[in-house]
Structure formats: structure tokens, C-alpha cells
């Protein structure tokens, strides 16, 4: 592949990132805002709960459309596109019926079932063991999320299933968001390393001697076992708040060690992220050399 055309797709998914954080984020605060407004309507529906839910319904259908483009060609990328349709017709009925109260609790239940059979379209799109052990875990997530919003509108709880909704959409637009950061990450190469470095092991140790410091520290020390962990943390993490001391040579003997380790722990943490970045760094110039 030439450089031009391997720095044209690089900036593209770079342009497709930012939109993905931004619109999944939008979505996030709206929806979040929106769990707020519906829980205030009593009798007549607010302003702002119409223009939320319509809102949070077309974010999370333009999120979709995006991550539909952005994965086009990878297998099972169709259920973004249904899952886009499904939101479209939740914002519309919302936009259409804004003053009736039926449209509410239809449109979250319509959002499930949408939700439930975009999950289904992945699973024919992708036959993978673990895309299909995934896709069956959140079908039953969602299915009890519908089971739910039925149940609330049955008992006249009208606005109930669109709260539902909200919180499930600041779950997903959060994974989203977190997918988006973390998705060049290579997990092999970070277990590669803490084999390497001995960073586990490390770590695991660290844990060890906060947890049993921190009982001595309540033998000899006037303080609890929740200060005493508090006070661990401050001692390996240098930060040294200062509103838990010791006063005892056994204390501060353990306060030392502490520190000790702890400056070994930074040093290998520093150690690890060098060595992840170098690695990623070589891992994508032998596969642009490859292309």
C-alpha cells in the first residue's frame, strides 16, 4: 500500500474516533440528564423530557450509523445498521406522539426489541465462540431490561421504561467509549511483558504488604484498619496526604519499607508502559512494511 493511501486511512479512523467519543459522549450526558427530567413528570410531560428523549434516541442512531461505516467490512457490521433503524424509530415515534404517554413506554420496549435482534444479526454475522458466548450474555441482559419495561407499564409506571433506557444508554455509550480508547491495545504483548518484568509478581507482593502492614499498624498504632489501608496507599504511592500518621519505631519501620517498595513498584509500572509503547511502536511499522 502506498503512503499516501495508508496515511489517508489513518486519518480517517482518526476522524471516525472523534466522532464515535464525541457523539458517545453527548449521548452519555444527555441521556444521564434525561434520567433526571422523566423522574420529575407527574401529569403533563415537560419540554425538556420531549427534546431528551428524542435527542438521546437520534445520538445513539447516528453513533450507530457511524460505527457501522467505520467497521463496513468486518463481519456482523449489519447490526449496527439495524440497530440505527431501531433508534430512528424510537426518535420518530417520540417526535410524532411527543404528547401522548403511550409513545414513552413504546418506544423503550421497540429500543429493546431492537437491541435484542441487532445482537442476533451479529451473531449470524460473526460465527466466532466468543462473539457468540457475548452476544447471548447481553441478549439475556436485555431481554430482562424488556421484561422490565413491560412490567412498569403494565403497573401505569408510563415513564418507568424510557428511564430504563436512559441508564442502559450511558452503559453502552461508556463501552463504547472505552472500546474507542483502548481498542490498539494488544493484550498478548502486555502479558508478554509482566513475564518479562516480573510486574505481577511485583504487584501481587505490593497488595500482600499493604494488606498485613495494615494489620500491624492496628496493633501498634491508635488507628483502625480502614486508616490503616489509607495510610499504606499514601506511604507507596508518595502522595503523603498527611491526616493519618504513625507515631511508633514499629511504624515507621513498616512506613519505610513501604516506601521502598513502593518506589520499586513505580519503577517497574514505568517499565512496563516503555515497553508496551515500544512494542506497539514496532508491531505497526512491520505491518505497514508488510502492506
Not at 503512503?3 to 486511512?9: G, P, Q, S, V
Not at 467497521?71 to 401522548?100: D, Q, R, T, W
Not at 515500544?278 to 505497514?288: C, P, T
Request: net charge positive; charged share 15%.
Amino acid at each position: 500500500m502506498d503512503i499516501k493511501k495508508l496515511n489517508r486511512k489513518v486519518n480517517k479512523n482518526i476522524i471516525m474516533s472523534i466522532i464515535v467519543f464525541a457523539v458517545a459522549i453527548s449521548a452519555m450526558i444527555i441521556s444521564y440528564i434525561n434520567i433526571s427530567n422523566i423522574g420529575h413528570i407527574e401529569d403533563s410531560i415537560t419540554l425538556q423530557a420531549k427534546i431528551y428523549t428524542a435527542l438521546v434516541y437520534g445520538l445513539v442512531a447516528f453513533l450507530q450509523i457511524v460505527n457501522y461505516i467505520k467497521e463496513f467490512k468486518k463481519p456482523g457490521s449489519l447490526n449496527y445498521l439495524v440497530s440505527c433503524f431501531g433508534c430512528l424509530g424510537c426518535c420518530a415515534l417520540i417526535i410524532i406522539f411527543n404528547n401522548m404517554i403511550w409513545a414513552y413506554p413504546t418506544s423503550a420496549i421497540v429500543f429493546f426489541v431492537t437491541a435484542i435482534v441487532s445482537r442476533i444479526v451479529s451473531m449470524i454475522g460473526n460465527r466466532t465462540a466468543r462473539n457468540i458466548i457475548f452476544n447471548i450474555l447481553l441478549i439475556v441482559i436485555i431481554s430482562f431490561l424488556l421484561v422490565a419495561s413491560i412490567a412498569y407499564t403494565k403497573d401505569e409506571n408510563k415513564f418507568s421504561p424510557t428511564t430504563i433506557v436512559c441508564y442502559f444508554i450511558v452503559v453502552i455509550t461508556l463501552a463504547y467509549i472505552l472500546k474507542e480508547a483502548f481498542y490498539r491495545i494488544r493484550l498478548n504483548s502486555i502479558k508478554d511483558i509482566l513475564k518479562r518484568t516480573y510486574a505481577l509478581e511485583i504487584l501481587l507482593g505490593l497488595l500482600a504488604l499493604i494488606v498485613s502492614f495494615s494489620f500491624l499498624l492496628t496493633l501498634f498504632e491508635e488507628i483502625d484498619f480502614k486508616d490503616a489501608l489509607w495510610y499504606c496507599f499514601a506511604v507507596v504511592t508518595t502522595i503523603g496526604f498527611g491526616d493519618v500518621t504513625v507515631s511508633t519505631i514499629i511504624g515507621r519501620i513498616l512506613s519505610v519499607v513501604l516506601g521502598i517498595y513502593g518506589i520499586i513498584v513505580v519503577a517497574v509500572i514505568t517499565s512496563v508502559i516503555v515497553n508496551f509503547y515500544n512494542e506497539s511502536k514496532n508491531f505497526e511499522k512491520v505491518q505497514k512494511d508488510k502492506k
